[in-house]
């Protein structure tokens, strides 16, 4: 059996010792470590080429500008987009669905309206609907899911009528891993007059995608996640859609033409890219692209489905554990509980033998309360991760249970 993808030597930070140990990380859902070649990136970049986008003609300026519309071409390809126009950069998934809550809010939603959200979202994809409720009296409902983590696929028709102007959703949670049946979530949607619009931040980096095959309208996720820099992200929207949506934020790169009394915008995608972009992150994330491309997303996933499928008969095996969201479908994502345990007590003390495994609510207090918990311990794997690693966690884990266990 293949145990890793051969690959740890790209990552320098896998040559770090925690406290003595080899690293070993298993956050890669709150943020992945970076290869060589997306480092080497931006410091090209900084080194050689940096100057402003779109402004000047002379060299540094439109090497830069070339840099970082290649590198918007590159998220097109990668996400199978129809035109670089629909490809806005953003400063991460937050950014992009605060983005869109804002401006699609103001383009199409109306007092009453509903917005259709699962009950297992991020705050990203929960809190701007929220605000957007507030400010335009816009109504939200929730899909439930059961005891596995899934959403019940008859409360959502049940949800779905004429009101739901938007349905917006986790492609995979990232507390429970659960992978969405988006396809079939998409065509009953789209027969009601709905959009949607998938929170991308947990199935980009690990799962081939292809938006216009999908038929989705928006897409959002961050670079950060995907093997590049932090700062940056993308949300994609269909060419129709984002053309009828105004732009969130005024200032330079935006504009047309402006005059003291009115401003005409730049079209799309630049009239939602106010200002500066973040021409290094874009780079660095055009880099991390082409390198999970020379890997294959589908040996990605292949592979990472095989890392979830031992550590999952690993970790149940080990007396006490409960497993926190049991999809039949799911993302490289584990979170569990130990009874008599506290989820805190020991990420402590398995960060004192090198082992990262993120604990808390995971930015999903819904989540946390549909499942009567106030936190989890998650691990989360990226292709870094081997099978060895699992059974050092796995014995790391048998040998301090006793010092955590609370009488
Ligand atoms: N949605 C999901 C499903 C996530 O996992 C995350 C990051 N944990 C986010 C949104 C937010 O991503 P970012 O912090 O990069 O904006």
Redesign the pocket.
């Known amino acids: 059996m293949t145990t890793s993808l051969d690959l740890r030597s790209d990552f320098p930070i896998l040559e770090r010792r925690i406290q003595g140990h080899p690293l070993v990380y298993f956050d890669s859902?709150?943020t992945t470590l970076k290869p060589t070649p997306v480092i080497e990136a931006i410091s090209h970049f900084y080194t050689y080429s940096s100057g402003p986008v779109h402004r000047g003609v002379y060299t540094l300026s439109r090497e830069a500008t070339d840099q970082y519309e290649a590198a918007r071409r590159k998220v097109q390809h990668f996400i199978g987009a129809d035109s670089p126009e629909e490809i806005i950069f953003t400063r991460?998934?937050?950014?992009s669905l605060n983005l869109l809550a804002h401006s699609f809010g103001q383009a199409f939603l109306r007092p009453g309206d509903v917005v259709l959200l699962s009950e297992i979202e991020?705050h990203?994809?929960l809190v701007p609907w929220q605000m957007l409720a507030e400010r335009r009296g816009v109504v939200l409902r929730y899909i439930p899911v059961n005891d596995a983590g899934e959403l019940i696929i008859d409360e959502f028709f049940n949800l779905l009528d004429r009101k739901v102007k938007l349905i917006s959703l986790?492609h995979i949670s990232?507390v429970l891993g659960t992978l969405h049946p988006v396809k079939t979530l998409i065509e009953a949607a789209h027969r009601m007059g709905a959009f949607v619009c998938l929170?991308g931040?947990?199935s980009a980096p690990h799962l081939p995608l292809d938006v216009q095959e999908l038929d989705v309208d928006f897409y959002a996720f961050?670079g950060?996640?995907l093997y590049g820099p932090t700062g940056i992200?993308v949300l994609y929207g269909k060419r129709d859609l984002l053309s009828q949506m105004p732009p969130i934020e005024g200032g330079g790169d935006m504009i047309e033409q402006v005059t003291l009394e009115k401003t005409t915008y730049a079209p799309l995608p630049f009239k939602f890219e106010a200002g500066t972009p973040m021409v290094a992150q874009a780079i660095g994330l055009g880099a991390a692209i082409d390198y999970v491309e020379t890997i294959g997303m589908e040996k990605i996933a292949a592979y990472e489905a095989k890392l979830l499928n031992y550590a999952t008969n690993r970790l149940s095996a080990v007396p006490g554990v409960k497993l926190i969201g049991t999809a039949r479908k799911k993302g490289a994502i584990i979170s569990f509980v130990i009874d008599g345990t506290h989820p805190l007590d020991l990420a402590t003390l398995l960060d004192c033998r090198g082992i990262a495994v993120r604990t808390g609510h995971h930015?999903s207090q819904p989540t946390m309360e549909r499942f009567g918990l106030s936190h989890t311990a998650r691990l989360s794997f990226g292709i870094y991760n081997t099978l060895e690693e699992i059974d050092t966690l796995i014995s790391t884990l048998k040998s301090l249970l006793p010092l955590v266990r609370r009488a």
């Open positions: 859902a709150a991460g998934t937050t950014a991020h990203s994809n986790a990232n929170d931040a947990q961050s950060h996640k992200g930015c």
